[in-house]
């Protein structure tokens, strides 16, 4: 079992530029949950995905956005990229509709110039 | 202030100290994550608790619902136990991290 996997593993953009990051959740989890982590503070909640939907969101603008498909894979893009937005970026994966243990991926380290 | 809350925030330790790292949130959770994060950003769950008390191998991790408190604890510890830890409650099914305890133990 990979576990969650993510990609890539680190990404440099220009400010006004668009990205999307991947992610893979453990075999047998149904639920993605995004986190964004600026250095040296805690993960912030971004937004959860089950059956392809969004059922979760945190305090971020819509320029943040998701997906999830019928694999249970996931992609988080951002558009209009802001310096502030540099951060690593961490998907977690979950069973049972995120009630089960979470597990982490390494997460996509995030540079905005 | 913070909903989750950490303590201490650093902590240097020799090798074989018994390290107690504690969490108190101020939200209604289901359940809470103790997770450990190494430099270059990989998070371990270490426990899912969501009453009493669980052990595995040198880590042990309690939690009192009806004070909002939880601990960890990691008895003769060891340098390769050097990395942040992070206590994370869970709130509506999303969890909500403390900003970590930064550990060093050093031989």
């Known amino acids: 079992d990979a576990g969650v996997t993510q990609s890539p593993t680190h990404l440099i953009k220009t400010r006004g530029q668009q990205v999307t990051l991947r992610c893979s959740p453990k075999?047998?989890?149904?639920?993605v949950s995004w986190y964004q982590q600026a250095l040296g503070q805690g993960p912030q909640f971004i937004f959860q995905?089950?059956?392809?939907?969004?059922?979760q969101r945190g305090n971020f603008p819509d320029r943040f956005s998701g997906h999830q498909f019928p694999n249970y894979s996931s992609e988080l893009n951002v558009n209009a990229l802001l310096l502030g937005d540099s951060a690593l970026y961490l998907c977690?994966?979950?069973?049972?509709?995120?009630?089960?243990?979470?597990?982490f991926g390494q997460g996509t380290r995030l540079t905005v110039v | 202030k913070n909903e989750v809350e950490q303590s201490p925030q650093n902590l240097t330790a020799q090798e074989g100290e018994f390290i107690t790292i504690n969490c108190s949130y101020s939200?209604?959770?289901?359940?809470l994550h103790w997770l450990q994060q190494h430099p270059g950003g990989g998070i371990v769950s270490l426990f899912m608790?969501?009453?009493g008390k669980k052990k595995h191998g040198r880590l042990i991790a309690t939690i009192n619902i009806q004070e909002k408190h939880s601990s960890l604890h990691i008895t003769a510890s060891h340098p390769r136990d050097s990395a942040v830890y992070i206590c994370?409650?869970?709130?509506?099914?999303?969890?909500?991290f403390g900003t970590g305890t930064r550990l060093q133990v050093f031989p």
């Open positions: 977690a994966s979950s069973p049972f509709t995120g009630r089960g243990v979470a597990f």
């Open positions: 608790l969501s009453s």
């Open positions: 939200v209604g959770i289901s359940a």
């Open positions: 075999s047998g989890h149904d639920t």
């Open positions: 994370a409650p869970r709130n509506t099914d999303k969890l909500i």
């Open positions: 995905y089950y059956e392809e939907e969004e059922r």
